[in-house]
């Protein structure tokens, strides 16, 4: 760790540019107090949000500290105050820290990832290796580390993290950037106005940012954010904003939201001022209009009019300016938020809450384009999606972003490791057919965003489960977990969860505030509930739960309360849009929170999922049965339900092989050649868990 | 126009490089028989074909020669033997020798096409433009001009194009190279391994050979031929070939075919070999597994095992390969030739004689991986679909090769141009939806390949209607014309053509041979016309006639005989195979040759193609019904049938816009919702020649 001492000679370092230190002087004594003083004691220049004091420490603060954000109606609870206990996401938590993170580690030191920083300091010889933004594949892998010490210490974990961290901050130069790519010959490419667009250093430093603040959060070690802080003080702003300064995009969106939680953390206004500075666009680079739109960067953020382009960056941006936006409230952002978010939610985002229907540009397709078998869907996209609802249900507590939020998390995002937390999948297809060669889960990927994105997701997600709010506590998702923390009153409560939750609805919630008090329990009624909950506190029923709503239930609330929750966990079989030509005449099953699939290995000899004679029965009298499956595939539901085989009935060929095209015949010439098979769906998180093998989610209807 | 002692002096420079003189020289005195001398008289060096000494001249040489080609079952005619009368074709070829290429030619020159050669030779200031492939734009549009001028002298175009190639020629460097872009600082790059792979080089010089070609058989003036024969035999040929010659590859195909058809007419046994070498792949130079693939060069050609990569450079290799085969009848290539045929058309082939399913790489697909919307199938793609089965056909007279070749022809290449001849399809999908924003026809494209290479292909029209074999005539397309050529036994024949095809099925077809004689009239029964062909010869039945076959009338034929055919042109839905998941559940409505396609303009107003909710009605009792409208679209037959639109079952929404997802409904409670409309269909070629509009193919089938 570097002492102070020498990280004020760094300052000084920097400060000593004549051509930038009129700009850093005027805000030299803000920033040296946020460097020099307890983060959290920094004046903050907005209206502190009312009792938030309490969570000023870093201990106390969320996956966002929204304490103080003026225009969050919902506050995070610490990662550390939620405990996810033996259930559904606890086997993928501990999948995550117990063999992903460690073998990532492995394999980002075998790619040489780490002694890309180890070469800077004369450790090792390698050359660099990878792509510009490789340096953020380190400090996601490292947040991931961090957000799991939010849970509590792991020694030897920790250690290596905190090792790495000492590598990463001894390679930061004296004027405060730190980036391994843009360095030696390529020293003269930062910053330019192409290499804004292309080059990643903003990227890189957005990871930076979150991965320092994550760890300062796991463990008040500021060394890591110190040296995030000097790059952003040091190097960024003396040097780029407004003329007079140089230009600055984010030619890959993400320094916003690290810039906005970096202000949330230090108070310093620069840090919220840059980051909408960046999200407004600077007309000085000019960037051509298709990249404008790959990039999500160039217009400013309030003149966009639809989701579209690079769908991790859309969505990096778009977190950025709800990020924005809960500290400014501007109306603007507010407006555009929503424009973009229907645009996404309803027309271009995939049941299974993936994002990206085109692999060209790994970018959003036009309204209604939505293939399956070509679906881009990466994984980053549907962490992306996660991430930007997170901040919008902050805003507004509203259910249909936590509906968004849900889909992508259990499915577009949980496909996105395998059972055994060692292979990823980068695109996530809503059909799939191996026959063309390609491998859907691999260890590592040369852009290895995915899979240290995909842990930091999971190791944080106990942050997730709940927020408060003035006047009481929202719970967002169900599975089996206590909660230990307070209200925004001070007063201790407790939550316990106790559930099969997804793969059947009850949902037990014990109750227990520090003494009795009145607050407001806000209790998530998914969307795909229908009309079929049941609430009950302490044996009496509830009414007017709604789906797609926080169903509020205010009472005196006692130590011993109990809320008993029963949702309708059912097979049902969803439509499309009809502007969708991909899933024309066909469903798409959900049980629950999970989207199901077919795949070929569970089905009977004579279905071919790749031949389109196979359709799920949908008329009256056919019905799912769920079979509990504890054996299989880390532990399931399957669902079976009648299908239907017509025999193929191909073109006629005069020999060679059948004719691609020929005489149609009509249905019921089929329907005679057609018989039952028993068709068996899986979740589609645990898909490709096993030997290549077709997969559909999207299923044709028979309709004879 | 070069005098023959300047040309010979380019061919002694090049002789004086001591590093190739003894190659060149071992095949010195052939080549430069064959350049001096009578390229007709230059003896072949493998056993001539019987009979074809009378194709011998320039003028009497179809569009391809195959006189001699021993493997060659059927010989072309030359396109000055057919004279295409008014009628279907006439009005395409009519648009594209009066618009298209004039109007061509004027924005080569405003695209600086032109200037690229003038400023070689201090003619122009303008700066290099275009990519690496630029010239042969210049080449196919002159070519173009050469097929038109093969039926019959045009001055002005004349003069246009023969002032052109003396720019070309005069560009020639001392050592027969010819190329506008590598030359000066880029002269470096030329022929490198990875310029071969990626430089075109060899592409635009396969094209100036075509070009010659097609030049010298219209015009019998050879300067242009000449030049491109001192780039094979001064340049290529002594320089680059097997060992110890450097390493030689084509990048994009085009050369091979292009050789082979120099050495048809030269007899320079040099140029047949140097196409198979090129063919067999040249394994010093590593190309990459996937560069391999989609550059469709790397491995020997008859390692190839499936149709796959860049759809054009696949068409251009395989017809050069069935050239090659057309020459040595080597028995390998005869077997890949058929793998490769089998894998597009029962697999990777557009129901428009279509190819390239994927704008990524503009390359195929997998097998049945043929989705519509997104379809690539580039112009060009089709074209060489034309060509391939062009070769094949001539190898075997088997029709099945031309039911491949009149499907592209009369669709997914004559969709290429539009009606007025100024505007073209780069691609060619079978499903549109301009709200993406995407201008399907355009004058011009920064890779102009498709537009010149739809004229070349419509100005040689003409020889694609019949060919001779030794025991007769073939007539492979129908439309109003008169052929006036002869049998391979010297004896005057003149065919004429009495039809309104492909609008209605009546074909007269009246045969006057120069005295009575016995031959074989091989009439084309298409594929498309089932059992229902009849045939008569003056007034009595001939049987026989079976779809998918030629009919062999043997007679002793006498001037004034008379054949009389009545094809069944009615509109037939076709299925595809199953496998081909975007077409499930649709048809494709195909009448004669035509495939048939909906456009939204001519739709009723509760019609929304963009919208799943239309079907069309195909249950017993409903008909197509037929309207001639020589009025609307160039003149055209436009069906009609019932269709059926169900109320749109959009999942239900809380306000905003229409869901994305929701609870499916059953089939029986939309069929309540739904009416009949009045669909109309026209033919594809004839699509996007009015306002943008949504277009499709295949539409959903109705089945209650």
Redesign the interface.
């Given at each position: 760790m570097l002492k102070d001492i020498t990280r004020r000679q760094f300052v000084a370092s920097a400060l000593s540019s004549a051509a930038i230190s009129s700009l850093a002087l005027s805000n030299g004594s803000a920033a040296n107090a946020a460097i020099a003083g307890d983060l959290t004691s920094s004046p903050r220049q907005d209206a502190a949000a009312p009792g938030a004091d309490q969570f000023s420490s870093w201990h106390d603060q969320g996956v966002l500290n929204l304490a103080k954000s003026p225009y969050a109606k919902l506050h995070s609870v610490p990662v550390r105050a939620v405990t996810i206990e033996t259930g559904f996401w606890s086997a993928r938590r501990d999948a995550t820290v117990a063999q992903s993170i460690p073998t990532m580690h492995d394999l980002l030191e075998s790619h040489g990832r780490m002694d890309n920083f180890r070469r800077l300091v004369g450790k090792s010889n390698a050359p660099q290796v990878g792509a510009v933004y490789s340096d953020s594949d380190v400090y996601k892998w490292t947040e991931a580390v961090a957000f799991t010490l939010q849970s509590g210490d792991r020694p030897e974990l920790h250690k290596t993290a905190s090792d790495i961290i000492d590598l990463v901050v001894s390679v930061q130069q004296p004027n405060g950037y730190l980036n391994t790519y843009f360095v030696g010959d390529r020293a003269a490419l930062s910053m330019t106005p192409e290499t804004q667009q292309s080059g990643h250093e903003l990227y890189c430093l957005g990871h930076m940012l979150q991965g320092a603040i994550a760890y300062y959060r796991a463990t008040g070690d500021r060394k890591w954010l110190d040296a995030g802080i000097r790059m952003v003080n040091d190097f960024l702003l003396p040097s780029y904003g407004p003329a007079p300064k140089l230009p600055i995009i984010a030619g890959h969106p993400e320094i916003e939201m690290s810039l906005v939680e970096l202000y949330r953390l230090t108070g310093d206004k620069r840090h919220l001022d840059l980051a909408g500075y960046i999200l407004g666009g600077d007309a000085r680079i000019h960037v051509p209009p298709q990249a404008n739109i790959y990039l999500f960067c160039g217009t400013p953020f309030t003149e966009r009019t639809q989701i579209e382009g690079h769908a991790v960056r859309a969505m990096y941006a778009c977190s950025g300016a709800a990020d924005y936006y809960l500290e400014t409230g501007d109306p603007a952002y507010w407006k555009t938020l929503n424009v973009l978010w229907?645009s996404m939610?309803?027309?271009k985002?995939y049941?299974t809450g993936g994002l990206g229907a085109r692999?060209?540009g790994e970018s959003f397709g036009?309204?209604y384009?939505l293939?399956n078998?070509?679906a881009y869907a990466e994984t980053c996209a549907a962490i992306g999606n996660v991430m930007w609802n997170w901040r919008l249900l902050a805003a507004t507590g509203d259910a249909k972003f936590t509906d968004v939020l849900e889909r992508a998390l259990y499915n577009g995002v949980n496909s996105g490791m395998s059972l055994s937390g060692t292979l990823y999948c980068y695109t996530n297809p809503l059909?799939f057919?191996p026959?063309?060669g390609i491998t859907i889960r691999n260890p590592w990927y040369s852009t290895d965003c995915c899979p240290p994105n995909f842990e930091r997701t999971m190791a944080s997600l106990p942050g997730y489960f709940y927020s408060t709010a003035s006047d009481g506590l929202y719970v967002h998702l169900y599975d089996n977990s206590t909660l230990d923390w307070h209200l925004e009153d001070g007063t201790g409560l407790k939550v316990t969860q106790k559930t099969n939750m997804p793969w059947d609805g009850d949902v037990e919630i014990t109750v227990a505030p520090a003494q009795p008090t009145d607050f407001t329990f806000y209790l998530r009624i998914p969307g795909w509930a229908?009309d079929g909950t049941r609430v009950a506190v302490n044996g009496k029923p509830v009414t007017g739960a709604m789906a797609?709503t926080y169903l509020p239930i205010h009472r005196h609330w006692a130590s011993g309360d109990v809320i008993q929750v029963r949702f309708p966990i059912t097979p049902?079989?969803?439509?499309?849009?009809?502007?969708?030509?991909?899933d024309?005449?066909r469903?798409?099953i959900q049980r629950g929170p999970l989207v199901y699939c077919l795949e070929q290995l569970d089905q009977p000899t004579d279905v071919d999922l790749?031949?389109?004679?196979l359709a799920v029965r949908?008329?009256?009298g056919a019905e799912f049965t769920s079979e509990v499956r504890e054996d299989f595939l880390g532990g399931i539901v399957v669902l079976h339900r009648d299908g239907v085989v017509t025999e193929?009935?191909?073109?006629a060929s005069?020999g060679?092989?059948?004719?691609?095209?020929?005489?149609?015949?009509?249905?019921e010439a089929n329907s005679r050649n057609s018989h039952t098979v028993q068709l068996t769906f899986i979740p589609y998180y645990a898909w490709a868990n096993r030997e290549p093998s077709p997969m559909e989610v999207w299923t044709?209807?028979a309709?004879?």
């Open positions: 229907n939610a309803g027309s985002m049941v692999a060209q036009a309204a384009d293939p078998a070509s059909a057919d026959s063309a229908g797609g049902q079989p969803l439509s499309a849009n009809p502007h969708v030509a991909d024309e005449g469903v798409a790749t031949d389109n004679s949908m008329k009256p193929s009935h191909s073109p005069k060679g092989p059948a004719a691609l095209y020929g005489p149609y015949q009509d249905q044709p209807v309709k004879v």
